[in-house]
């Protein structure tokens, strides 16, 4: 049994600046007049792209936005550092299950639990199927719901319990011969089941 290490999604920040909070700063009307103040400056040292700028110009004129949009939102805005746990789908029920295959995890590697107890608990984790059999009544008008109530409706229904021992009627020796007579054995012999095997039921 393996398992997958987790240690690709770390908590730390990467170096990379993958943005910034926009809101923020345009909640910030100070902040956002001196991002404003300091686009313009740039922009005024700028020339003027014309109807006959080439292709070249255009890439250019578009390095220096991208450079100078960044530049500016660095110094005004607070930068972004985005971890896994950044992520919009990273929520409270994938950190928990994260948090629980972390300690599993250790807790194997430390040989804390065995192979087999990891398997009978991930059983448990197991989404369980639900009972697709509807309701059903019984033979005195109650109700099974549950599994176990059902199981307990059916057995009882298909299988109800056996008449008490029946009070033995006891014959004296001397009179058996007189307890049976013609008619009881030609019934005894003529009106048994054809496929029926020889030999005590």
């Not at 990379?16 to 922009?43: C, F, H, S, Y």
């Not at 229904?157 to 009070?167: K, L, N, S, V």
Request: charged content about 25%.
């Amino acid at each position: 049994m393996e398992w997958a290490s987790l240690e690709w999604i770390s908590t730390t920040p990467s170096q990379d600046v993958t943005g910034w909070q926009i809101q923020t700063l345009q909640a910030n009307p100070q902040a956002l007049e001196e991002a404003k103040e300091e686009w313009q400056m740039r922009i005024q040292s700028r020339p003027y792209l014309g109807d006959f700028c080439s292709s070249e110009d255009l890439a250019g004129e578009a390095v220096w936005i991208q450079e100078a949009l960044t530049a500016v939102l660095n110094q005004h805005a607070k930068q972004l550092q985005v971890t896994p746990q950044s992520k919009c789908w990273w929520g409270s029920e994938i950190r928990e299950a994260h948090r629980a295959y972390s300690q599993a995890r250790q807790a194997w590697q430390g040989h804390e639990i065995s192979t087999t107890e990891l398997r009978e608990a991930l059983d448990y984790t197991k989404p369980k199927a639900m009972a697709m059999t509807p309701t059903l009544r019984g033979p005195q008008g109650q109700l099974a719901s549950s599994i176990d109530e059902k199981e307990t409706l059916i057995h009882e229904t298909a299988f109800p319990q056996a008449p008490g021992d029946r009070q033995e009627v006891e014959i004296p020796q001397e009179s058996w011969h007189g307890q049976v007579d013609e008619e009881i054995v030609k019934h005894a012999l003529f009106h048994q089941a054809v496929q029926k095997a020889p030999g005590i039921d």
